[in-house]
């Protein structure tokens, strides 16, 4: 089976802009889990989506959203770019006994 | 206070060495996670724990219930082993909340 797949992998922004990030999970999976990861913060947990609901959500402000298509792939979007949100933005799906990680895509906000 | 807390935050040791990690959390849990990071940034899943312990090659994860703990081992360390450990529990259904990680570095 192929993994998670994230794209792009890298992105350089301006604030202001917005973005749009893509995740593939494994052929199967259904539930898409995305994550910040930060220096100063670590990781924290941005949403969860499941058979295209949103089951879960994290504290993040409402510039970021998402979505989730039939075919299990999610989008993130991220509006109004700030120098704050350069992170890592992973995703991941749900096993039966663990999750898998998709490679991130490294954003920068210039 | 952090719902997740590691220690220790920074760990180096020589190879060979038995390594443990330690994963304390103040919540109510129905899973726990242990994650490995490399350099670049991709994660892998090392295990997830209920209860109990489980192994895998070189890699023990013991979890405690009732104390809100988990440990992580790493017998005969090895250079490759150099990597960021995270420690992570399921709240509800997908929500991870994650410990800040420890780095470990092995020397050769």
């Known amino acids: 089976k192929a993994g998670v797949t994230q794209t792009p992998r890298y992105l350089i922004k301006t604030r202001g802009q917005q973005v749009t990030l893509s995740c593939s999970p494994i052929?199967?999976?259904?539930?898409v889990s995305w994550y910040q990861q930060t220096p100063g913060q670590g990781l924290q947990f941005l949403f969860e989506y499941f058979s295209e609901t949103q089951r879960n959500k994290g504290n993040f402000p409402g510039r970021f959203s998402g979505r989730q298509f039939s075919n299990s792939r999610s989008e993130m979007n991220v509006s109004t770019l700030e120098l704050g949100d350069s992170a890592l933005y992973l995703c991941a799906t749900k096993g039966e006994e663990t999750q898998y990680f998709g490679p991130g895509t490294r954003l920068l906000v210039l | 206070k952090n719902e997740v807390e590691q220690s220790p935050q920074n760990l180096t040791a020589q190879e060979g060495e038995f390594i443990t990690i330690n994963c304390s959390y103040s919540?109510?849990?129905?899973?726990l996670h242990w994650l490995q990071q490399h350099p670049g940034g991709g994660i892998v899943s090392l295990f997830m724990l209920s209860s109990g312990k489980k192994k895998h090659g070189r890699l023990i994860a013991t979890i405690n219930i009732q104390e809100k703990h988990s440990s992580l081992h790493i017998t005969a360390s090895h250079p490759r082993d150099s990597a960021v450990y995270i420690c992570?529990?399921?709240?509800?259904?997908?929500?991870?909340?994650f410990g800040q990680g420890t780095r470990l570095t092995i020397n050769p």
């Open positions: 052929s199967g999976h259904r539930s």
């Open positions: 992570a529990v399921h709240r509800g259904a997908q929500k991870l909340v």
């Open positions: 919540v109510g849990i129905s899973a």
